[in-house]
Each structure stands twice: as C-alpha cells, then as structure tokens.
C-alpha cells in the first residue's frame, strides 16, 4: 500500500539551531500539507502546497519557517533557529487533489527543542 | 468559539459496547466531514468520512451527520481494546478551505 514518507522519526536540537524535516507524498498526489501537533491538541495546517505552488501558508510562521516543493514532489520544511515552543509532532500528509480532502498521512516527525 | 469543538474525555466504554463520539462546528457553510483515529505517539489515520445529512456506515463505525445542528458523531459498535486512541474530528470547505481539526476525544475501551 501506498504510504507517505517522512524523515526523521524523531529530532532532537537545541534551541537557535536550524532543524528540516522531508517528505516524499504518495505518488500521484498533486497537494501536500504540513501539519503541526501539539500534544493534546488537532493537527493545525503550517502550508498547503498544490503542485509545487503554495496556496496556504497564513500560519506559517514565516520569520523561522520555511517550505518548499520545488519539483511539485517531495518537499522540504525548514525551522531556522528553533526555539523551545517548536517542540512538537510534524505531520505531512497529501491528498489526490485540492479539492480532495481525504489527507493521508506520513509517519511525522517529533521534534524536541531543548 | 472553536471552529471545531470535542469533548477531549477520556470516554471509557467496556468492551463490546457502542462508543459514541460527539463533535461540532462553526462553519455553517462546511461540506464535509472527517473521523480520523490516532494512537498514541502515530499519526492520523482517516476512518470515516461524511458529506450529507444521515448516517453512513462502514463495518463497525457509523457516521451521522446533521448539518441544521452543526453536529457530527462517531459510531463504533462491539468496541475493542484495540479501538483505544484519540478521535480527531475534522471538517472541510466552507468558507476556509483547508480541513480543520478539533483536539480530539480519547476513548479508553476497557475489559
């Protein structure tokens, strides 16, 4: 089956350091999310991408966070410096379509600032 | 108010009992709607998902919609340890686009 590729699992860094996380979506799949979770908390959107365009990023904490899917494949999110509230699961997940919202996702990527 | 609102529980049912889940939205103008199930320390996995006002089922989880009351429930009937994880509510379209997700309901099944 068909599966969202994340790397790392698991990230440990300390704060002002810069930390990236990837993804490689389930092939075909034109729109890719990231997510973040806090524990305890719903998944909240950080950047949609369609293609290799970006068509949300208004939670994107842009002062320290960046993304990019330049091939409209896998994709690549960015945390330059990192600070201690970053600590966190990083989920990615993709869908067929923009207008499909049946989201799959990867395996995600927790993250702990220290 | 939150645009989706969970009970965050726990909600503890014994084994072979119908565990109910309860969740609403803001949006009146949201169209459709998602039942993802997360263990702990995993990602979310898309259970069910809804579009018109009814039930819907699928094996042991039912889906029911009713978009007059804003309300979106989960099923699960003859539940199993195996059924213990947090439930994330979710709902799409509307007048924002991206899907949002309530914080979840855990549900504890217990012997």
Redesign the interface.
């Known amino acids: 089956e068909a599966e969202v590729a994340q790397s790392p699992r698991y990230k440990i860094t300390e704060k002002s350091q810069a930390v990236a996380f990837w993804c490689d979506p389930i092939s075909g799949h034109a729109t890719l999310y990231w997510y973040r979770q806090i524990l305890g908390q719903g998944p909240e959107l950080l950047v949609q991408f369609q293609d290799e365009s970006v068509v949300d990023d208004s939670q994107l904490p842009k002062d320290r966070f960046s993304a990019e899917r330049l091939k409209g494949v896998d994709s690549t999110l960015k945390i330059q410096p990192a600070e201690l509230g970053d600590s966190a699961m990083y989920l990615c997940a993709s869908s067929l379509g923009r207008s499909n919202e049946k989201l799959f996702f990867g395996s995600g990527t927790q993250l702990s600032v220290l | 108010q939150k645009e989706?609102e969970q009970n965050?529980g726990p909600l503890s049912v014994p084994e072979g009992a119908i565990a109910s889940l309860n969740c609403t939205y803001s949006d009146r103008g949201s169209q459709?709607f998602?039942w993802y199930r997360q263990y702990s320390?995993?990602?979310?996995?898309?259970i069910m998902?809804i579009y018109s006002n009814g039930d819907k089922e699928d094996g042991r989880f039912t889906a029911q919609l009713n978009k007059a009351s804003q309300y979106v429930s989960l099923l699960i009937r003859d539940s199993q340890p195996s059924d213990s994880a947090t439930y994330?509510c979710?709902r799409?379209?509307g007048t924002a686009?991206?899907?949002?997700?309530?914080?979840?309901t855990r549900l504890q099944v217990t012997l």
Not at chain 2, 41 to 46: A, C, F, N, R, T
Request: glycine share 22%; charged share 15%; hydrophobic share 35%.
């Open positions: 989706v965050s459709s998602f320390g995993k990602s979310p996995e898309l998902f994330l979710a799409g379209g686009s991206k899907l949002t997700f309530g914080t979840g």
